[in-house]
């Protein structure tokens, strides 16, 4: 999308002995007579300035935050050509029609376009036509690509949503990983890795991948006080009415809700499109009709949408005033990226997480389909030889091992990640490294450990964002507290509270009486005990009561874990605070929980204690 009457733009930053005044300077008269902004936003401008001096950088800045800019504007003062690779298609060809907006030269290729348009940009880079070149990461398995980047190499490499380079992040990609050995053979450029959700595990794989020199980390940004986080524990089928009530004013629109697949995405439109004005978008929909209800969204037909995690990577709308989760997300860094789309405009907005223990079983579901038995990986590498066999040939032999086709295809998937199993162009298989179940099995109980810091998140009885913050280590941070949370402000909380019943008291008298006469108990063996004198409660109410004494910081909760069978077994101790050793059994009626969660059927009256055993 070249735009013809755009002259080049002159190089101003060539040489090895700039100094930051003349980086400074140049920078910022391009900021006002290119991009039309008379000053830098928070943190912007230190970047640019790294990335104009010619350093490598890793940038960890959120969604919203002016990330794009920090290689727009030091790759048009540098000259040359500009290389940025995305993973989304839809976000390349936004920033495309942008920079040409600007009058900038700006093209792409990807697999949405054409061989003889994807040739015209090939020849315009060569021909030095272009001062931004966006490419999706699978264009570098194209045979003789990296070879013509090479005959006139970029002066500047940004590579978008970094996270999806590490197998420790929350979005791993496979065309990602081999980026850093492509990127080598374009040095001398400097390497811009750029994205909003990594923490410091992450952000060391980035670094070693795209093998950074002089590398350089800036982390921060990530206080987002406008957005009220509030927490609300509600069973599934309550969901859909709480999310009816909470968007039915019009101070609320417009909203995205966050469903944790596509059947609840389904029922939740089903169940609230007579009620609102509401699309929605998943990956099972065709891309037409994805394209159509997320245009739908960003112009205001429908103030409303529900979607799976596909929905919202690239999306520039400014205005949204509330992301509701129908249900808990498999990860914080996800969590995070997805509640950064409330609120980009500075106002006022809302992240409402609703959760159960339900929930748990949906990941669980979720890790066992995307992670299959090692065995069935091993009969995939067992099969293979130094020899290359079609990838169906292959199939045909080890199918009748496996439960589905799409177990296969699942196994044989994490297989060639962990580079145990080779794929040519041609799609011939070939044996890898024998190395691959270790890797294997370390990332499959990374995914079980995000899901368990998701579940603890909810958890936590402290500010929202400022466990956030401190969870991707933040460098300038004042470490405050928010003040609009639900732990900050209890008042603003997302749904009312109720006092406990009867039954529940009687719950909390027993778990106080227990804990008084032990030094900390694990969950699990405190919930048996619990049970010989209150059989009504079940393991997910006892989750619950536990939940509302640490809130009443009437017990203190410890997550741990142990290692069993190479697998890493969290669990709970629970001890008695202070404040609980003083509590007195007529506080039992002060105690409140979400009135979103439905009292339990009246049990057969019994004494219940609260002084400690004898």
């Known amino acids: 999308m070249i735009s013809p009457e755009t002259a080049s733009i002159e190089p101003s930053l060539k040489g090895p002995h700039l100094t930051s005044e003349v980086v400074s300077d140049t920078l910022r008269r391009l900021l006002r007579s290119k991009f039309g902004f008379q000053s830098f936003r928070n943190h912007q401008e230190e970047v640019c300035l790294k990335v104009g001096q010619g350093k490598d950088v890793l940038l960890v800045m959120p969604t919203g935050a002016g990330k794009s800019l920090c290689y727009q504007l030091p790759g048009l003062a540098r000259g040359g050509v500009t290389l940025v690779i995305s993973p989304l298609l839809a976000l390349i060809e936004d920033q495309v029609e942008k920079l040409s907006k600007l009058g900038l030269r700006a093209d792409r290729i990807h697999s949405g376009r054409s061989r003889e348009e994807s040739r015209q940009v090939c020849r315009d880079y060569l021909t030095g036509n272009l ?139 089903d169940e609230l499109k007579s009620k609102l004005k509401i699309g929605i978008y998943h990956a099972g929909l065709q891309p037409s009709a994805r394209e159509k209800n997320q245009n739908s969204f960003l112009i205001g037909e429908v103030d409303v949408i529900v979607a799976t995690v596909a929905f919202g990577m690239g999306i520039d709308k400014s205005n949204i005033r509330t992301v509701i989760h129908a249900g808990l997300p498999g990860s914080i860094e996800g969590y995070y990226q997805e509640i950064g789309r409330a609120g980009r405009d500075g106002k006022p907005s809302r992240a409402i997480l609703m959760h159960s223990y339900a929930d748990q079983r949906t990941h669980q579901f979720f890790l066992e389909r995307d992670y299959p038995e090692t065995n069935f990986l091993r009969q995939i590498y067992g099969s293979l030889s130094e020899d290359k066999k079609p990838t169906e040939l292959i199939k045909a032999e080890v199918l009748p091992q496996f439960k589905t086709v799409e177990v296969f295809e699942k196994s044989l998937e994490k297989l060639r990640i962990h580079r145990g199993a080779v794929v040519d162009f041609e799609g011939n298989l070939s044996k890898g490294v024998a190395s691959w179940e270790k890797t294997y099995m370390e990332q499959k109980r990374h995914k079980e450990k995000m899901a368990v810091q998701m579940s603890h998140f909810t958890q936590t009885h402290s500010c929202r964002m400022l466990g956030l913050v401190n969870y991707f280590g933040d460098q300038k941070d004042e470490g405050t507290p928010c003040g609009v949370c639900d732990d900050c402000d209890p008042l603003a909380g997302a749904s009312p509270l109720r006092t406990l019943t009867r039954e529940e008291q009687g719950w909390v008298a027993e778990i106080m009486a227990i804990l008084s006469t032990s030094d900390g108990k694990a969950a699990g063996r405190l919930h048996k005990e619990v049970m010989d004198n209150a059989p009504s409660i ?77």
């Open 131 to 269: 001062d931004f070149l966006l490419i999706a990461p699978e264009r570098f398995s194209v045979p003789g690509f990296l070879s013509l980047l090479q005959k006139r190499k970029p002066t500047l490499v940004t590579v978008d949503e970094a996270h999806c380079i590490s197998q420790w992040g929350h979005d791993f990609r496979p065309d990602y990983r081999a980026l850093g050995e492509h990127l080598e053979a374009l040095r001398p450029a400097n390497i811009l890795a750029l994205t909003a959700t990594a923490t410091p595990m992450v952000q060391d794989d980035i670094c070693k991948q795209l093998r950074l020199n002089q590398e350089s980390r800036l982390i921060h940004g990530f206080r987002r006080d406008n957005i009220a986080i509030q927490l609300m524990e509600i069973l599934p089928s309550q969901r859909s009415s709480m999310i009816e009530s909470i968007l039915k004013k019009e101070s609320q629109r417009p909203a995205i809700i966050y469903a944790p697949t596509r059947k609840v995405a389904e029922q939740l439109h």
């Open 538 to 614: 079940s393991r997910t109410e006892f989750e619950r009561i536990l939940e509302v004494l640490a809130k009443a910081e009437w017990v203190k909760i410890f997550h741990e874990s142990f290692e069993k069978d190479g697998k890493s077994i969290p669990y709970k101790t629970i001890f008695l605070t202070t404040r609980g050793k003083k509590a007195k059994a007529d506080e039992l009626s002060q105690l409140k929980t979400s009135a979103a969660v439905s009292a339990p059927k009246s049990a057969k009256k019994r004494k219940t204690r609260f002084k400690k055993r004898r």
